[in-house]
């Protein structure tokens, strides 16, 4: 649903939105992400032209976030990286005398919608606020495991 790219941006505003106020080097940002610098360097100008990040030259510049996190939506990173989504207007076959939308393509405009209205209404604070590492291979629990069994709810048989 969203690009590669569109995720970077998302895990960059999120780490910066950790360190407020304080610049970041975009090496210290891609080893926070896991992503290659190179390619984040140009995900950080994206967001920079955006708005959503201030650019420091220099010593001990770098980059933060230029609003609180709280005026930050989700669906502000995914425009400022031109993964805006897409709504369903007009019969996407292009098929003549279609000026509704059919029942499959009305469904998944309804959907589109939805995450439109999600992502509109989560703010970068709202990620921060329920942070868990999720790509850290050191919490990660195999669902085997009596760990992980514990946390299941009770199957009903």
Excluded: W
């Amino acid at each position: 649903m969203i690009s590669q790219t569109s995720e970077y941006a998302l895990r960059a505003v999120v780490i910066l939105a950790q360190m407020p106020q304080v610049p970041a080097a975009a090496q210290e940002i891609a080893e926070a992400t896991q992503v290659p610098v190179g390619y984040l360097q140009k995900v950080l100008r994206m967001l920079a032209r955006a708005g959503i990040l201030d650019a420091q030259r220099g010593a001990g510049g770098g980059f933060s976030l230029a609003k609180l996190p709280s005026a930050i939506s989700v669906l502000d990173v995914l425009a400022a990286t031109d993964s805006s989504i897409s709504r369903i207007e007009k019969c996407p076959l292009g098929i003549d005398g279609h000026t509704k939308l059919c029942s499959v393509h009305r469904l998944l405009d309804n959907e589109i919608a939805h995450a439109e209205r999600v992502f509109g209404a989560t703010s970068i604070a709202d990620l921060v606020n329920d942070f868990r590492p999720l790509c850290d291979a050191r919490q990660v629990i195999p669902l085997s495991s009596p760990e992980a069994q514990a946390q299941r709810p009770d199957k009903t048989d």
